[in-house]
């Protein structure tokens, strides 16, 4: 009796070892049924449209179809429609620049579609016209009108539709010129400064990091008598020929005692175009914004 219980309890044992070890070799989600979990349906929420664009005053409509004569290629009904967008989004830049006839002064095109919010910090900085400037002279001179040596304040309005227009002043050596816009949606528009090839030269760089500036000062710090490039930004279009706004040009030097003949106004990437709108207020002893004699 006593021979055989021993080996009986070692083979219950190892039997007992065997069980153990193939429990605990299973996996752990073997042997468990799945469970069919009823959870109720999620109720969607309702679909809200979004809410209509504040209406925002729009300056005249384009009458004369100026759209299409000076940006070919652009349709008046899809530039009105764009209007709706966003005001920090840029038009896909055009495959075909214009040119005046007979020159190679390029026609403003749009590339930024018509700001219909009062422009902010954020929308200023995005708005990068020196960067326009340097993908336009790629065809050709920018157009700009010089302003006559008398001349101290006139009436205009910006492109359509690229929403800017630029103006030349010839400065004296160590002489300040200071640029003032005027306008009824002052809010709107902002000045730049800018040299020759359409960057902000010495004596420039306050009006460019202003955050909005609608007057600007600028000193000449050159051994040389230099032409400054001014732009009136107008992306909103609120100027226009019934509702133009006014330059104001105030010089430190007396202007018929000083002989600023030799300043070149068509220079690095400009080319002078005469501002056919611009109404002075004063005689110029060159014409109404047109190439110096």
């Given amino acids: 009796m006593r021979t055989w219980f021993p080996q009986f309890r070692v083979m219950s044992v190892l039997t007992g070892l065997s069980l153990v070890s193939g429990l605990c070799g299973a996996s752990p989600q073997e042997g468990r049924v799945p469970r069919s979990q009823a959870s109720a ?26 759209l299409a004569r000076v940006a070919p290629g652009y349709q008046a009904s899809n530039h009105q429609g764009s209007n709706q967008r966003g005001s920090d989004q ?8 214009g ?11 749009p590339f930024w579609r018509r700001c219909t919010i009062r422009p902010t910090a954020r929308y200023w900085g995005l708005r990068d016209l020196s960067g326009e400037l340097q993908w336009l002279s790629r065809t ?22 690229s929403g800017w227009r630029a103006y030349g002043i010839a400065v004296p050596v160590g002489g300040t010129v200071q640029v003032e816009v005027e306008h009824s949606k002052l809010g709107w528009f902002r000045l730049l400064l800018v ?10 760089l306050e009006a460019s990091v202003a955050h909005q500036p609608v007057l600007v000062t600028y000193k000449n710090p050159n051994k040389v008598a230099t032409a400054i490039y001014v732009i009136v930004d107008d992306p909103a279009w609120w100027s226009d020929a019934q509702n133009p706004y006014t330059l104001l040009v105030r010089r430190d030097w007396d202007a018929a005692n000083t002989d600023l003949s030799q300043v070149k106004m ?4 400009w080319g002078a175009t005469p501002s056919v709108s611009a109404q002075f ?13």
């Fill in 140 to 161: 050709g001179n920018i157009p700009v009108s010089p302003i006559g040596d008398t001349v101290d304040t006139l009436s205009d309005f910006a492109w359509y539709p």
């Fill in 41 to 66: 349906p999620r109720e969607q929420p309702a679909f809200r449209p979004a809410p209509a664009p504040t209406p925002v005053a729009q300056p005249s409509g384009d009458p004369d179809n100026r």
């Fill in 90 to 97: 840029p038009l896909t830049r055009a495959h075909r620049v």
């Fill in 281 to 293: 207020r004063r005689p110029s002893l060159t014409g109404p914004a047109v190439y110096p004699h």
């Fill in 195 to 204: 040299d020759q090839w359409g960057r902000p030269g010495p004596g420039m």
């Fill in 266 to 269: 068509v220079s690095g990437l």
């Fill in 99 to 109: 040119l005046y006839p007979g020159t190679h002064v390029v026609i403003p095109p």
